[in-house]
């Protein structure tokens, strides 16, 4: 009888392990999620990648929808073509019109929308990044909420829309949120801006090292003859006083 019980319990605890265990080795759900490239600094611009996993063994995403925030609008939105999604970017008109390098600004983007154009998707297993170009960063929040619906190929739909709360645990659907970092001192610059000042950098740092070759071969060049002349001159002299 009592051979029995400990047998007993001992196939309970070795229960209770195996399902502790399974429950270890399940992987956390992956979500929609944003994050710069590079630096999000606040009234700059930035490129951004929507990262959208494909969370279903039996279908594949079809369509991604990206809501932008109401309370702090971007006028500036920019789409770089993914192969195989075409894209939609809606815009609304502002009850409170943007100034924006001394223009004035009536609408703004609020949704952005990927479909993809061969009904593929993202398959089960993998990932894909949408990238945007986004801007003037607002100036007075230290980060953007962007909800995001995701539609799978057997018409679920799921809603990353739950704004994360500080101290809080992670919401079961978390919208994207990008954090953004302090100001740069150049922060009122486009993006272009920035992708010409980069050239231009490049242009005069490599402008000057060629002036400063070319300079270092002169003074080598003259100093060369120099040494050359005063060879010949030691010459002469020297046989002058052997014929002497």
């Known amino acids: 009888m009592q051979a029995s019980r400990i047998a007993s319990r001992a196939l309970a605890a070795a229960g209770a392990a195996g399902t502790a265990v399974l ?71 502002l009850a409170k019109p943007l100034t924006m390098h001394g223009e004035k ?34 100036e007075n929040t230290d980060q953007l909420v962007f909800k995001a619906l995701q539609t799978y190929s057997d018409k679920e739909v799921v809603r990353w829309i739950e704004v994360p709360q500080a ?18 001192d150049d922060h009122h610059g486009t ?14 740092d490599s402008g000057s090292g060629s002036h400063d070759t070319d300079t270092t071969a002169r003074v080598l060049a003259v100093a060369g003859i120099a040494v050359g002349v005063a060879g ?4 002469v002299l020297a046989g002058r006083r052997r014929t002497a």
Do not use: C
């Open 232 to 235: 010949v001159a030691y010459g």
């Open 23 to 93: 429950a270890l080795s399940v992987p956390a759900f992956a979500h929609v999620s944003v994050q710069p490239e590079g630096a999000a600094a606040k009234g700059g611009y930035a490129v951004v990648d929507f990262k959208v996993p494909n969370e279903r063994d039996n279908a594949s995403t079809t369509k991604v929808e990206v809501d932008f925030p109401a309370d702090h609008p971007l006028a500036s939105v920019m789409t770089q073509p993914v192969a195989g999604w075409n894209v939609q970017v809606t815009k609304t008109k």
């Open 105 to 138: 600004i009536d609408e703004a983007v609020t949704r952005v929308t990927w479909t993809a154009a061969d009904g593929k998707g993202i398959q089960p297993g993998y990932f894909q990044k949408f990238p945007l170009s986004l801007g003037a960063l607002p």
């Open 191 to 204: 993006a272009e801006d920035a992708s010409d000042k980069a050239a231009t950098t490049a242009a005069a």
């Open 167 to 184: 101290g809080q645990d992670e919401p079961e659907n978390p919208a994207p949120v990008l954090q953004l970092s302090a100001a740069a």
